[in-house]
């Protein structure tokens, strides 16, 4: 395979990546690889490849007789990828200690902005994404790549698990909780940073009630705000 058929396998395994992680896909959603193919515009094949990339990653299930679905967390995976994120997000915080600079806090701060205009416009899919992204920003600054693809991975599944299990319309990270964090790395409080940190995960795990919701989801409705129809 080419590098051109790796860049456009790539491009159709993110978007559909960015979908799961905006809470755009339900879980058990059908990726029919035909419908996939037309609004990425990409081939088949294409979609094929991206979608059993995704499957190696637990985001897409291929089932027989039915082809891909959104993975469908359940209970004790739910439970399991909080836990793995409390641990991973915990090194992360302490490494974000050791190694965060003057212009990142001037990063973190501008990236704020980010979050708090999604909020005044009441653009859901646009905060999701920009509180998400925070947690990656920190694991950027905490300069471990296997961490930082770890965590790019479950902040995935926690998606996928909070659009399943959530008991209301929270759906998001509290407001003030990245900006104290910001504050406590500034101010170099470690252990400070570490039980919000904590709290701050424990408070996302506690909007889950573990009980089904299902709604049909448009593909074309899907994908179209990601590539910028």
Known sequence: ??????????????????????RRLEPNTRLVES???????????????????L??????????NKGAVVAEPSKPEAIEIFAARRCIEREIVQLVFQRCKPKDI???????????KARQANDHFELIRATGKFHLLLAKIAGNKVLLDFLEQLIAHSSLILEKFE?????????NDHSEMINLIENGELEEGLELMDKHLRDLEQVLNFQEKSKPANLNEVFAPLLGK
Do not use: G
Request: hydrophobic share 40%; net charge neutral.
């Open 1 to 22: 395979m080419n590098n051109a058929a790796h860049t456009e396998i790539d491009r159709v395994c993110n978007a559909i990546y960015q979908a799961i992680f905006e």
């Open 35 to 53: 419908q996939l193919a037309k609004v990425l515009s990409t081939s088949r094949a294409n979609a094929r490849q991206a979608l059993l990339l």
């Open 55 to 64: 499957a190696q990653r637990k985001l897409v299930n291929i089932v027989p």
């Open 106 to 116: 001037d990063a973190l701060r501008l990236h704020l902005e980010e979050e708090q």
């Open 167 to 175: 008991t209301h319309n929270n759906r998001t990270c509290q407001e």
